[in-house]
């Protein structure tokens, strides 16, 4: 009989709309998914992020197919109507009707969290998540948060 995997899950919440500086969020994310990649050989990895196609979300999930790291899109119904369309994820999780509904759910499901950029859901989001691990000893070991130049107004 195989032996299953544990699953490491990592969140990874930041700008939805494109105008931020793209290759910078790629560069920060890719050096991650490197370290995870290498850190966690032995455990299946999932990326947990936004179920729409354009952002942060987006450059998470092709990373992630880079990396053979399993895809979750994690959103609520609202992302079935954007024009930027779904990510083609490996699993779908809605929660709620409107963006910001699925948050306190995504937290609890993840392990790790990661912020590139964002607007206040993401900021929101890694609030909710100190909130919940304001027990363990050292958030910082969860818990990574990075700046890129916003473009948009």
Do not use: C
């Not at 998914?33 to 032995?42: A, N």
């Not at 609890?108 to 909130?131: N, W």
């Amino acid at each position: 009989m195989k032996k299953s995997l544990q699953t490491i899950k990592y969140g990874i919440v930041g700008f939805s709309r494109n105008q931020f500086d793209k290759t910078e969020a790629k560069r920060i994310l890719n050096d991650i998914f490197q370290k995870i990649h290498t850190e966690y050989s032995d455990k299946n990895v999932e990326i947990i992020s936004g179920y729409t196609n354009s952002g942060v979300p987006k450059i998470a999930y092709e990373l992630a197919n880079q990396y053979g790291f399993k895809t979750v899109g994690y959103s609520a119904k609202q992302a079935l109507k954007v024009r930027s369309g779904t990510y083609p994820v490996d699993q779908v999780i809605l929660k709620g009707e409107k963006f910001g509904d699925e948050s306190d759910d995504f937290v609890r499901y993840i392990d790790y969290l990661i912020r590139v950029g964002g607007g206040s859901q993401s900021r929101h989001e890694v609030a909710m998540f100190k909130k919940i691990h304001d027990d363990d000893l050292n958030t910082s070991q969860i818990l990574e948060e990075y700046e890129v130049e916003w473009y948009g107004r």
